[in-house]
């Protein structure tokens, strides 16, 4: 029967979907180093590398502090100030990848 088909599709690529989504790009320490400019600014918060650039004129702490930690590894300091819920939400909007495993600041 049909239905059963479909049902059958759904239920598989539901599986499969992870296995064929995009990997996220992995970057070096000193990649990411060179990004801690007003008009280019990333930051590690735990090992993942989000560009913060458009973001830091509504960050509600003010951009001064996003800027000041451009380029870095900003787990500790996220962490003193944010809930694990606040990566969650911003996560798909600005996560552009990861640090590599060897990586180190």
């Known amino acids: 029967l049909p239905w ?8 598989l690529m ?5 296995y064929y989504a995009p990997q996220s790009k992995v ?14 600014c990333w930051i590690i918060i735990n090992g993942g ?3 913060v650039t458009k973001f830091a004129k509504f960050h509600p702490g003010g951009k001064k502090i996003l800027l000041k930690e451009g380029g870095k590894d900003s787990s500790k300091k ?7 819920h606040v990566l969650k939400k911003y ?6 990848g990861t640090v590599g495993p060897r990586a180190k600041l």
């Not at 059963?4 to 239920?11: D, E, I, M, N």
């Not at 539901?14 to 992870?18: A, D, E, I, R, V």
């Open 27 to 40: 970057y070096t320490v000193a990649e990411v180093k060179k990004h801690n400019k007003e008009d280019d």
């Open 14 to 18: 539901s599986h499969l979907t992870p």
């Open 78 to 84: 996220f962490k003193m100030f944010h809930g694990p």
């Open 91 to 96: 996560n798909k909007k600005l996560k552009i």
């Open 4 to 11: 059963r088909s479909v049902k059958l599709c759904r239920c």
């Open 49 to 51: 590398v989000y560009d």
